[in-house]
């Protein structure tokens, strides 16, 4: 199965990033995440929005990285908020019990 590649934009201010997510999260597409939310840890704002909206797919890959990302925040006095998680996103992560390990608004 043929899946699109992931479109990550961030826009920045002082207090927080806003990064957003546009298609697959997944083994192709996890060092672009991680990459980018890594660049921007260092030097941390105190918040990173990951504006899950237009994800479509994210496989244990996925999910691993976000939960490691929310920890390599957290050691930088920053938090990382999951937005705008869809059903599906909602769903694995009841099932895999990961939600209390992210912070979702």
Do not use: Y
């Not at 002082?14 to 660049?39: F, N, T, W, Y």
């Amino acid at each position: 199965m043929e899946r699109e590649g992931l479109t990550v934009t961030v826009n920045r201010t002082p207090a927080e990033a806003v990064v957003c997510l546009q298609g697959a999260i997944d083994m192709s597409s996890v060092v672009k995440l991680r990459s980018a939310v890594e660049h921007l840890l260092l030097d941390a704002p105190p918040r990173v929005l990951l504006d899950l909206g237009g994800v479509t797919f994210c496989d244990s890959l996925g999910l691993g990285t976000l939960v490691s990302l929310s920890q390599k925040a957290r050691m930088v006095q920053s938090v990382i908020v999951l937005t705008n998680i869809g059903d599906f996103l909602n769903r694995v992560l009841d099932v895999t019990g990961l939600r209390p390990a992210l912070v979702i608004a």
